[in-house]
Every structure is written in structure tokens, then in C-alpha cells.
């Protein structure tokens, strides 16, 4: 009933197959170390862009910031030159009735010189 023979066979079947566990042990153990350095480098790429994303959330702030001040300062201008034009409209009329009326003077007396001489 003893077979030397299938205990040998039982035996390098044996080996054989811890061997290959070992082997499928040690891949898992090295696919899960690569696994776990390609998440400590994920979780590090992570980090530096939400780092970049709060420089650049502070700079846009900032940018926001500039452009509201210009902006009102356009306003401001906008008023400004609009007030201007304004003056200027009246500056030019004023001076269109100052040579209207000039003119009038002048016929008034050109015309008291000249046709009213008693």
C-alpha cells in the first residue's frame, strides 16, 4: 500500500505547487508595493496642484481686484469726459450768442451812423 514511488511524486507535486504559490505570493507582494508608490505619488501630485490651484485662486482674487479699481476709475472718466463735452457744448454756445449779439450791436450801430444822422 506504501509506494515510495507515489510519495515522491506526491511530494515534488507538493513543492511544486508552494513554489508556484510562493512565486504568485511574491508577484502580489511587488504588484502591491508598485501600487502603493504610485498612490504616494498620486497623493503627491495631488498636493503640489492643489497647492498651484490656491496660488492661482489668490492671483485671479487679486486680478479681480485690479479690474473692479479700474473699472471704477473708467466710470469715473467716463463721467468726467462726459461733463467735458458737456461744458464744451456750452462754452460753444455761449460764445455763437456772445457773436450773435456782437453782430446785432454792430448793425445797431452801423445803422445808427450811418441811416439816422439828423
Same mark, same amino acid.
Given at each position: ?13 507538493? !513543492? ?10 511574491? !508577484? ?28 492661482? !485662486? ?27 463735452? !458737456? ?32
Amino acid at each position: 500500500m506504501f509506494n515510495p514511488k507515489n510519495n515522491l511524486d506526491w511530494e515534488a507535486s507538493n !513543492r511544486q505547487m508552494v513554489a508556484e504559490g510562493t512565486q504568485v505570493l511574491e !508577484r502580489t507582494g511587488e504588484s502591491i508595493a508598485r501600487s502603493h508608490q504610485i498612490a504616494i505619488e498620486t497623493e503627491n501630485i495631488g498636493t503640489e496642484v492643489i497647492s498651484e490651484l490656491g496660488e492661482q !485662486r489668490e492671483a485671479l482674487l487679486r486680478t479681480r481686484g485690479r479690474l473692479e479699481d479700474a473699472n471704477s476709475q473708467l466710470d469715473s472718466a467716463k463721467s468726467i469726459i462726459t461733463k467735458m463735452g !458737456r461744458n464744451i457744448l456750452y462754452n460753444k454756445l455761449i460764445l455763437i450768442m456772445i457773436i450773435v449779439l456782437e453782430i446785432i450791436i454792430l448793425a445797431t450801430l452801423t445803422y445808427l451812423n450811418f441811416f439816422n444822422k439828423k
